[in-house]
Nanobody
Framework: QVQLVESGGGSVQPGGSLRLSCAAS????????MGWYRQAPGKERELVAE??????SYADSVKGRFTISRDNAKNTVYLQMNSLKPEDTAVYYC????????????????WGQGTQVTVSS
């Protein structure tokens, strides 16, 4: 069983930056896909960014502002978030799966508990 633990959330003013971390108990080098999702109050969980094999993808709303990366030696995935906007406010979740090419959240097997990001002046 893989455990994912997110950290790095918090409150920041518009235009600020945060870096989220997702520490995995297992070997992430074996993971076919790892991603970051977010869920705002009253909204569905949405994909923010993911790495599937060597391919990176981002939601249109965060392109050019967010960067996903992974450090296999530390079993950690990161989400660097710059130029934050109030609409980025949400709980951010890390997700992982060993095999397959996930096309929606249901196809990810492992989830963290989430970390709150609040962007407000």
């Amino acid at each position: 069983q893989v455990q994912l633990v997110e950290s790095g959330g918090g409150s920041v003013q518009p235009g600020g930056s945060l870096r989220l971390s997702c520490a995995a108990s297992g070997n992430i080098a074996s993971m076919n896909a790892m991603g970051w999702y977010r869920q705002a109050p009253g909204k569905e969980r949405e994909l923010v960014a993911e790495i599937i094999r060597g391919d990176f993808s981002y939601a249109d709303s965060v392109k050019g502002r967010f960067t996903i990366s992974r450090d296999n030696a530390k079993n950690t995935v990161y989400l660097q978030m710059n130029s934050l906007k109030p609409e980025d406010t949400a709980v951010y979740y890390c997700a992982a799966v060993y095999s397959g090419f996930p096309r929606n959240p249901d196809e990810y097997d492992y989830w963290g508990q989430g970390t709150q990001v609040t962007v407000s002046s």
